[in-house]
């Protein structure tokens, strides 16, 4: 059974920084594509950034400075490291990973930027 667990949210302050983790059982992450997205309540879901199964990263316009997206094999958990934090990335996190043909996604974790 496959199971992705998102930690690391929470409360912080506008200029400050998180640390979001996906850990992964039942797959191995580096077999696939690993995304991070982001929603406010009563929005749609969108992408904030992904890394690659050779590593490539990328990422939304608006995080490509102050995101990093990265991948530890041997923990097999994919981070988003997130610097300078603004009120607009509040949201709940989610993890979704493209794996075999199939779609997974994590339950979410929730950041929330005060100004």
């Known amino acids: 059974q496959v199971q992705l667990v998102e930690s690391g949210g929470g409360l912080v302050q506008t200029g400050g920084s998180l640390t979001l983790s996906c850990t992964a059982s039942?797959?191995?992450?580096?077999?696939?594509?690993t995304h991070w997205y982001r929603q406010v309540l009563g929005h749609q879901r969108e992408w904030v950034a992904q890394?690659?199964?050779?590593?490539?990263?990328i990422y939304k316009d608006d995080v490509r400075d102050r995101f990093t997206i990265s991948r530890d094999n041997a923990k097999n958990t994919v981070n988003l490291q997130m610097k300078n934090l603004k009120p607009d990335d509040t949201g709940t996190y989610y993890c979704?990973?493209?794996?075999?043909?199939?779609?997974?996604w994590g339950q979410g974790t929730r950041v929330t930027v005060s100004s």
């Open positions: 979704n990973v493209q794996w075999g043909g199939r779609n997974y």
């Open positions: 039942g797959i191995g992450l580096s077999g696939g594509v």
């Open positions: 890394i690659e199964r050779g590593g490539t990263t």
